[in-house]
């Protein structure tokens, strides 16, 4: 079974940076979409940036400019570069896949990590 396992979460003034990772492990031939998402307490969970097996990126509104996300397919790891962080940032961010191609052909569908607490504080 694929998991997803984040890293890179923490304490960050105003102003500073932060870079999330997360890799996924297993037998895997390759992952199409990978994404992160954020939420905070009472909210929905909302999309902060997603990234193809191409390269293709989207990003929110509330990120664009300030948040880099890229992917190392080798290492079937996905990256969340945070720079210029608000305290707005402040969530638990989470590690998306949406379709997991297995070795032998199986599929695995919409898989989450367990999320990383990410604090913008001074």
């Known amino acids: 079974q694929v998991q997803l396992v984040e890293s890179g979460g923490g304490l960050v003034q105003p102003g500073g940076s932060l870079r999330l990772s997360c890799a996924a492990s297993g037998t895997i031939a390759s992952i199409n979409a990978m994404g992160w998402y954020r939420q905070t307490p009472g909210k929905k969970r909302e999309l902060v940036a997603a990234i193809t097996l191409a390269g293709l990126t989207k990003y929110s509104d509330s990120v664009k400019g300030r948040f880099t996300i890229s992917r190392d397919n080798t290492k079937n790891t996905v990256y969340l570069q945070m720079d210029k962080m608000i305290p707005e940032d402040t969530a638990v961010y989470y590690c998306?896949?949406?379709?997991?191609?297995?070795?032998?052909?199986?599929?695995?569908?919409?898989?989450w990590g367990r999320g990383t607490q990410v604090t913008v504080s001074s």
């Open positions: 998306n896949a949406d379709e997991v191609i297995k070795s032998g052909g199986f599929f695995e569908y919409d898989l």
